[in-house]
């Protein structure tokens, strides 16, 4: 068993440090998937794109614009989010302070 | 893409609804793993078990002790929790109200 707080975890800063990403357990440990957390500060967002693996997203908190081929949807904490494989995606943060939320992918997609 | 909010999802209610699972995508449709919300009311547990996949959980809110082999920890929102393929693990609400925790397992876990 392994347990880390979030903060005992060395963000990697992405984006110009506008967007960080804490992997809580690397993908040469993890059997099956990683679990990441992102924070985006405020205007943050992520790149528009798309990818072979899916993603299961959950908010921990603040308010995004989730961005997809069909349009915007607004989501908050408790929100969750399932991105199919090759389903272009694009996170924007759209609260004052930063938004955080878990992205589990299986971990061919932890790059 | 679906998104849903954790008060759409009609829980599974566990041990007399001490225990409330949310499953937000079901195994048919999960690629490879599936994201499951678990809400403990207080002073509720779940069973001290093991199984042949690993978890993969991130607490929500609330303060939980986990049990393992090795002794107890204590945890609240923030907190990361790996549990080993195969290993004992147990989860102790130890808050006035309830706790909730992400817990995402590869498909064949979820049952």
Same mark, same amino acid.
């Given at each position: 068993?392994?347990?880390?707080?979030?903060?005992?975890?060395?963000?990697?800063?992405?984006?110009? @440090?506008?967007?960080?990403?804490?992997?809580?357990?690397?993908?040469?440990?993890?059997?099956?998937?990683?679990?990441?957390?992102?924070?985006?500060?405020?205007?943050?967002?992520?790149?528009?794109?798309?990818?072979?693996?899916?993603?299961?997203?959950?908010?921990?908190? @603040?308010?995004?614009?989730?961005?997809?081929?069909? @349009?915007?949807?607004?989501?908050?904490? @408790?929100?969750?989010?399932?991105?199919?494989?090759?389903?272009?995606?694009?996170?924007?943060?759209?609260?004052?302070?930063?938004?955080?939320?878990?992205?589990?992918?299986?971990?061919?997609?932890?790059?």
């Amino acid at each position: 068993m392994m347990i880390k707080h979030m903060n005992e975890i060395e963000p990697q800063e992405l984006l110009n @440090g506008e967007v960080l990403k804490r992997v809580f357990i690397s993908k040469d440990e993890a059997p099956t998937f990683v679990m990441r957390l992102f924070t985006l500060q405020s205007n943050a967002s992520t790149p528009l794109h798309s990818h072979p693996w899916e993603h299961e997203v959950f908010v921990v908190e @603040g308010r995004l614009k989730v961005v997809c081929d069909n @349009g915007e949807t607004i989501v908050e904490k @408790g929100h969750f989010v399932y991105v199919s494989p090759n389903e272009l995606h694009q996170f924007v943060n759209v609260f004052e302070g930063p938004s955080s939320f878990i992205c589990v992918v299986p971990k061919e997609g932890e790059v």
